[in-house]
C-alpha cells in the first residue's frame, strides 16, 4: 500500500508524522485504491456516515434542552419545539435522521447480501456491520422512549417485558431494567443514558469497520478479486468522494423532504399523548424499522419461543459467511440465488408489513409463513443453493470482459445495469 | 429475471401502500378539508387564526387546557398575529395565579404576554370531576396527537348526530359520528350564531369548525409556516448543488475508461 512510501514534504510535517503518522493515515485515505466499476448502492456507506454524524451532532443539541424526567420530558420537547431556536429544526432532523438512518443501513445490509460483500475475506467486516445494526436498534429504540409520549411509554413496557420471558430469573432482570416495578422515571433516567452512549460506541464500531474493509478493500459490483493498484480501480480522492458527495445530496434531498414537509408522517400520532400508565392504546406498534422482527415475535404463540426466534434473526446473520457456500460473491453470476435474494426482500417487506397489523387471522398466518421462509432462506437456501447451483462464467478482471470458460462478454455489464 | 422481480417488488409495495389505507380505517374517514396550510407552501390564513383563537377562548377554554402556548405566541409570526396592544390586552383579561409573595402568599394578577395560558382547572383530577370522569385533553399538540390531524378535528365537531336506535349510551356520553367507537364524552357545543365574530363573519357552525381546527393546527405546530419557507429554499440549494455537483462528476470521471 502506498502509504509506506508516502513522506511529507515539509520538515514539521515529518518531524510529527514520525511521531504520530497521521498524515500517512490521510495519504492512505485518500489514496485508497478503490474498485472503479462500483455503482450506486456501494455510496451508501458514505451515507450512514453521514446519518451518524448528523444524529451525534443534532442529539448533543437537544440533550441540552431535553429533561429526562418522567414529569418533564413531555414538556421539555415541546419547549424544544416552540421556544428553543431552531429547536423544532433540530427535532425534527433528529427523528426523521433515525429513520433515513435504518432505509440506508437497511439497503447498505441488501447490497451486501446481493454482492456477497460478507464473503471471504470480508467475514470480520460484515460481522461488525451487524453489531453496528444491533446497537443501532438498541439506540432507535431507547431514543424513541426518551419524549415519554404514549407508545414510548407502551413500546418500553411491551420491549422490556419480554425479557420477563427468561425462565427463573426473567421476572428479576426485568425489574432490574426498569430499576423500578413498571416502567418508570428510573426507565426514562437510564434510557437516556444508554441513547447518549450507544452513539459513540457505534462510532468506534465503525472506525473498525472501516479498518477492517482497508485490509482487503471493496467488494465489486463483478465480486472477483482484483490486484490493487491497477488498471481496475481509482485512488478513492476525488473519483469516489465526489461520487458519493453526489450520492449523499440525492439522499439530503428525501430527507430534506420528510424534514420540511412530512415531518411526523413517520412516526405515530399516539406519541404527541403524554404517557399514561393508566391507558393502553388501541394498537402498540414499534417504530417501522423494527416491524419485521416485531411480526417475527408475535408469530410465535409462545411468549419465549418468540423472543429467542426474535433474536436468532438477528444472530443468524453473524454466522451467514459460513452459510453461505458459494464459492461466487455477486448474485451477477447466481443465477438461482439471484431470484432466492428477490424473494428475501419481499418476504422482509411482507412480514414488516404484517409487524403493523393486528395479530390475528389471515395477518397471524402470513406472519408465520414469512417467519419460516427467513429461517429457510438461510438455513436451508443458502448453503443448498451454494452446493447445487452451476454459476455463470466469471469475468478475469474488471478491465478485460474476458470470461472464464469464453461465455457472453457483455453478460456482466448487462446485468449490472438491470440491478 | 431481475428486473420482472423488480416489477413484482414494486407490484407488491404499492398493493401494501393501498390495502394499509382500507385496513387501518377505524371509524368513516373524516371529511377532506382544503386547508390553506396544507401543500409545500401553505400557509395559515390570518384572520380565520384570529376568529379561531376567539372561538377557543369563549367556548373551548372552558374545560380545555392548552398549556405549551404562552399569550406572547399569539403575537408572533406565523400565527394569528395579533398587535402588540391586543396580545397585552388579550392576556390581561386573563387571571394568573402568581407567587409566593413577600409574606409568604399566592396572589391573583392579570395576565401577561409571557405568561402560559391558563387552565381552567386546578389539576387533572378537578378537570376529570366536573366532566363526568373524562379528562378534557390538553389541545396543545391535540392535532398532530390525531390520527387524521385537522380532517379529524373538524370532522369530529361536526359529526355529532341522532344516535342508531338500537345503540345504548350511558348519561353523559354522546354518539359522533367520526369518533372511534362512535362515543364521545364531549357534547355538541357549537350551534350558529354561538360566537360574535368581531369581523363580521358569519358564525355558523361550519364556519367556527373550520376557524378553531386552523387555530389548533396552528398551536401544535406554530413553526409551519417558518418551516415551509425554509424547506423551499433548502430543496432549491440542494437541487442546484447537487446538479453542480453530478456535472464535476461527469467531468471527473470522463479521465477514467468507466460510466458514472
Given at each position: 500500500m502506498s502509504e509506506h512510501e508516502y513522506q511529507p514534504k515539509s520538515k514539521v510535517g515529518k518531524w510529527f508524522n514520525d511521531r504520530l503518522p497521521l498524515l500517512s493515515l490521510a495519504s492512505h485515505l485518500t489514496d485508497y485504491p478503490t474498485p472503479k466499476n462500483l455503482n450506486y448502492?456501494?455510496?451508501?456507506?458514505?451515507?450512514?456516515?453521514?446519518?451518524?454524524?448528523?444524529?451525534?451532532?443534532?442529539?448533543?443539541v437537544l440533550a441540552m434542552h431535553y429533561v429526562a424526567h418522567a414529569d418533564l420530558a413531555f414538556s421539555s420537547v415541546e419547549h424544544i419545539m416552540r421556544d428553543v431556536n431552531y429547536g423544532w429544526l433540530i427535532r425534527y432532523i433528529h427523528s426523521n435522521g433515525a429513520s433515513m438512518f435504518f432505509l440506508a443501513v437497511y439497503i447498505h445490509i441488501f447490497r451486501s447480501l446481493f454482492y456477497g460483500s460478507y464473503k471471504s475475506p470480508r467475514e470480520v467486516i460484515w460481522i461488525i456491520g451487524i453489531l453496528i445494526y444491533l446497537l443501532m436498534m438498541a439506540a432507535a429504540f431507547m431514543g424513541y422512549v426518551?419524549?415519554?409520549?404514549?407508545?414510548?411509554?407502551?413500546?418500553?413496557?411491551?420491549?422490556?417485558?419480554?425479557?420477563?420471558?427468561?425462565?427463573?430469573?426473567?421476572?428479576?432482570?426485568?425489574?432490574w431494567l426498569w430499576g423500578a416495578y413498571s416502567v418508570d422515571n428510573p426507565t426514562l433516567n437510564r434510557f437516556f443514558s444508554l441513547h447518549y452512549l450507544i452513539p459513540f460506541l457505534i462510532l468506534g464500531l465503525v472506525v473498525l469497520h472501516i479498518w477492517a474493509l482497508h485490509v482487503p478493500g471493496n467488494n465489486n459490483p463483478v465480486g472477483i478479486d482484483i490486484k490493487k493498484p491497477s488498471k481496475d480501480?481509482?485512488?478513492?480522492?476525488?473519483?469516489?468522494?465526489?461520487k458519493d458527495l453526489f450520492a449523499l445530496l440525492m439522499f439530503m434531498i428525501i430527507f430534506s423532504?420528510?424534514?420540511?414537509?412530512?415531518?411526523?408522517?413517520?412516526?405515530?400520532?399516539?406519541?404527541?399523548?403524554?404517557?399514561?400508565?393508566?391507558?393502553?392504546?388501541?394498537?402498540?406498534?414499534?417504530?417501522?424499522?423494527?416491524?419485521?422482527?416485531y411480526a417475527i415475535l408475535r408469530s410465535v404463540p409462545d411468549k419465549l419461543g418468540g423472543v429467542i426466534l426474535m433474536f436468532s434473526?438477528?444472530?443468524?446473520?453473524?454466522?451467514?459467511?459460513?452459510?453461505?457456500?458459494?464459492?461466487?460473491?455477486?448474485?451477477?453470476?447466481?443465477?438461482?440465488?439471484?431470484?432466492?435474494?428477490?424473494?428475501?426482500?419481499?418476504?422482509?417487506?411482507?412480514?414488516?408489513?404484517?409487524?403493523?397489523?393486528?395479530?390475528?387471522?389471515?395477518?397471524?398466518?402470513?406472519?408465520?409463513v414469512g417467519t419460516i421462509y427467513y429461517f429457510l432462506h438461510f438455513l436451508v437456501v443458502l448453503p443448498v443453493v451454494g452446493y447445487l447451483e452451476k454459476t455463470d462464467p466469471l469475468p478475469v478482471s474488471i478491465s478485460d470482459p474476458i470470461m472464464t470458460g469464453g461465455a457472453n462478454v457483455s453478460f456482466a455489464k448487462r446485468n449490472d445495469k438491470n440491478i | 429475471m431481475i428486473k420482472i422481480s423488480n416489477i413484482f417488488l414494486k407490484t407488491i409495495i404499492f398493493s401494501f401502500l393501498i390495502s394499509f389505507k382500507t385496513f387501518s380505517a377505524e371509524a368513516i374517514d373524516p371529511i377532506k378539508v382544503d386547508w390553506s396550510f396544507k401543500g409545500l407552501t401553505g400557509k395559515f390564513d390570518r384572520s380565520s387564526l384570529q376568529r379561531g383563537f376567539q372561538v377557543y377562548k369563549e367556548v373551548c377554554s372552558s374545560c380545555h387546557s392548552m398549556k405549551y402556548l404562552s399569550y406572547r405566541n399569539l403575537g408572533e409570526p406565523g400565527g394569528p398575529e395579533f398587535t402588540e396592544k391586543e396580545v397585552k390586552a388579550i392576556a390581561a383579561s386573563f387571571e394568573v395565579t402568581d407567587g409566593p409573595d413577600s409574606q409568604g402568599e399566592m396572589f391573583l394578577r392579570p395576565g401577561r404576554p409571557a405568561d402560559k395560558f391558563v387552565n381552567p382547572y386546578p389539576n387533572n383530577q378537578a378537570a376529570m370531576a366536573a366532566n363526568g370522569g373524562a379528562y378534557p385533553p390538553d389541545m396543545s399538540v391535540l392535532v398532530k396527537a390525531r390520527k387524521g390531524g385537522a380532517d379529524y378535528i373538524y370532522s369530529v365537531l361536526l359529526g355529532y348526530e341522532e344516535k342508531p336506535a338500537e345503540m345504548i349510551l350511558d348519561d353523559g356520553v354522546y354518539y359522533n359520528k367520526y369518533m372511534a367507537g362512535n362515543k364521545i364524552k364531549m357534547p355538541k357545543v357549537l350551534s350558529d350564531g354561538l360566537v360574535d365574530y368581531a369581523d363580521g363573519t358569519n358564525s355558523t357552525e361550519e364556519q367556527m369548525a373550520r376557524d378553531v381546527t386552523t387555530f389548533l393546527s396552528w398551536a401544535a405546530e406554530p413553526e409551519l409556516e417558518e418551516r415551509h419557507r425554509t424547506g423551499v429554499k433548502v430543496m432549491i440549494y440542494l437541487i442546484l448543488l447537487t446538479i453542480l455537483v453530478y456535472l464535476s462528476m461527469k467531468r471527473l470521471w470522463s479521465r477514467i475508461d468507466t460510466e458514472v
Open positions: 448502492w456501494w455510496t451508501f456507506g458514505g451515507i450512514l456516515t453521514f446519518c451518524l454524524v448528523t444524529q451525534i451532532i443534532t442529539g448533543i426518551l419524549p415519554w409520549g404514549q407508545m414510548s411509554f407502551w413500546g418500553a413496557t411491551v420491549i422490556t417485558n419480554l425479557f420477563s420471558a427468561i425462565p427463573l430469573v426473567g421476572e428479576s432482570i426485568t425489574t480501480t481509482v485512488p478513492f480522492h476525488p473519483y469516489i468522494t465526489i423532504g420528510f424534514v420540511f414537509f412530512a415531518p411526523n408522517v413517520l412516526g405515530h400520532s399516539d406519541n404527541y399523548i403524554p404517557a399514561n400508565p393508566m391507558v393502553t392504546p388501541a394498537h402498540i406498534v414499534p417504530e417501522w424499522y423494527l416491524l419485521p422482527f434473526a438477528i444472530f443468524i446473520l453473524l454466522i451467514l459467511p459460513w452459510l453461505d457456500t458459494s464459492k461466487v460473491r455477486s448474485s451477477v453470476f447466481r443465477p438461482i440465488y439471484r431470484q432466492f435474494f428477490w424473494i428475501l426482500v419481499i418476504d422482509v417487506l411482507l412480514l414488516g408489513y404484517m409487524g403493523a397489523m393486528p395479530a390475528e387471522g389471515i395477518y397471524l398466518l402470513l406472519t408465520r | -
